[in-house]
Each structure stands twice: as C-alpha cells, then as structure tokens.
C-alpha cells in the first residue's frame, strides 16, 4: 500500500459535494475512533499527475484531526475533464447516499452532459424521473445550493423550470429565505389558476381510469352524469 504525506495532497473544499457524502455525527464518530485505533484502512483516491483528492474528504479531515502524517493512497491516472463524472459516479455507489441525493446527483449528470435519460433508467429511474432530476438539479445549482432537493422539486412544480430558475437566482442574490420564496410561489399560482386548471388534474385521472379500464366505462359515465347532476 502506498502512502503520501497529507500535506503534498491538494484538497479543494468545492469539490465536497462532488465526493463523499456528508456523515451524520453519530457516522463521523465512529469512522473517527475506527482510524483512531486502526489507522486508514481504504485508501484515499488521488489523481496521479497532480496529487488531487478525488475521493476520502471524510477520512483526511480526520487524519488532520488526529495529526497524522501521511495516509494510505491509490493514484487514479484520469485527465481534469474526467474528474468531475468520476466523483458522480462514486456517489452513485455509496450506500449511505439518500434517494434524495442520488437523483441530484442524476441530475447533475445529465445536464452536464455526463449521462443520458436512458443510462439513468438503467439506474432504476423511469425516463420521467431522470428528466425531472434534471429540472430539479438545475435548481438547485442556480441557488447556489441554497434550496434543499425538496424544495426546488416544489418550486419547479408550481412555477414550472424558468419560474423556477428565476425565483432560484433570487435566493441567491437577495438571500430570501426558500420556505417564503415557496410559499409566495404557490399563493400566486392559486390566486392565478383558472378553472380548467383546477380541474385538469382530476380529470386526467378519470380519463387514465376510463381508457385502463374499458370494463367500467358504463359505470364510470353513470358515476359521473349523477355527479354532475348532483352539483
């Protein structure tokens, strides 16, 4: 196993969130006393013409931590324009990376151009869901990560994707809390809705049920005339 002093690896903080994904305190602890008492087991991933950290953002804050010298390290030969899809990748891989996490991840694959829809559906995604991720990771990006996965997937559902990218910039210009940029979105789209909008939705359940279950078009016409009259 080769080993390199901690302090010939360059370690780039922007990067974080395209390798490890952050520990819960209880996680960091224990991978903390482990080094502790084992010293670094798995090797840090570094790129071999640089000495860049690709991969162990956990692992060498805690060498740093515990005053170590050097760590354990496997030198990956890839150019500058390979990084960025490689450290995607390894998250992709991690078991502790929530769903919420990986479909950014996806997301951000896509828009750069790293992954199609359909290698993200050979992920477990349908094509819908990867385009949506797409929607959503753009957002979250445009707000400087200032918006959650959760709340950018709420914002581009009420204000659609260029709504929702302009609202994002001014998250990150004005530092508008996102909860209130949210809620004032969808008091807006409320206020603005038109009837057939209202009812679109519900309607277009109605009509899938209709054409998935041809059985009970007579009854659903039924269901629905004495619904009608009914008003």
Same mark, same amino acid.
């Given at each position: 196993m080769k080993y390199l002093e901690i302090s010939e690896i360059v370690v780039k903080p922007k990067d974080n969130h395209l390798s490890d994904v952050p520990l819960s305190d209880a996680e960091l602890n224990e991978l903390t006393e482990d080094i502790r008492k084992n010293d670094i087991t798995v090797p840090l991933l570094i790129q071999k013409k640089t000495n860049k950290l690709l991969d162990g953002y956990n692992r060498i804050a805690i060498a740093k931590k515990l005053k170590l010298d050097e760590v354990p390290v496997e030198y990956k030969n890839i150019s500058d324009d390979e990084i960025e899809q490689f450290q995607y990748v390894l998250q992709l891989s991690r078991r502790n990376l929530d769903p919420a996490k990986r479909k950014l991840i996806v997301g951000r694959l896509i828009n750069a151009k790293?992954? &199609?829809?359909?290698?993200?559906?050979?992920?477990?995604?349908?094509?819908?869901?990867?385009?949506?991720?797409?929607?959503? !990771?753009?957002?979250?990006?445009?707000?400087?990560?200032?918006?959650?996965?959760?709340?950018?997937?709420?914002?581009?559902?009420?204000?659609?994707?260029?709504? !929702?990218?302009?609202?994002?910039?001014?998250?990150?210009?004005?530092?508008? !809390?996102?909860?209130?940029?949210?809620?004032? !979105?969808?008091?807006? #789209?409320? &206020? #603005?809705? &038109?009837?057939?909008?209202?009812?679109?939705?519900?309607?277009?359940?109605?009509?899938?049920?209709?054409?998935?279950?041809?059985?009970?078009?007579?009854?659903?016409?039924?269901?629905?005339?004495?619904?009608?009259?009914?008003?």
């Open positions: 790293k992954m &199609t829809v359909q290698q993200a559906t050979k992920l477990g995604m349908k094509s819908g869901q990867a385009k949506f991720a797409a929607k959503v !990771a753009e957002i979250v990006d445009e707000s400087d990560e200032k918006l959650s996965v959760k709340d950018a997937q709420k914002l581009v559902k009420v204000k659609g994707r260029k709504g !929702a990218k302009e609202e994002a910039k001014k998250i990150k210009d004005s530092g508008k !809390a996102p909860k209130q940029v949210i809620k004032e !979105a969808i008091k807006e #789209k409320k &206020t #603005k809705m &038109t009837a057939h909008q209202v009812m679109e939705k519900p309607m277009q359940q109605f009509e899938n049920a209709f054409d998935e279950y041809p059985q009970f078009q007579s009854e659903f016409k039924k269901i629905l005339k004495s619904f009608l009259d009914n008003l």
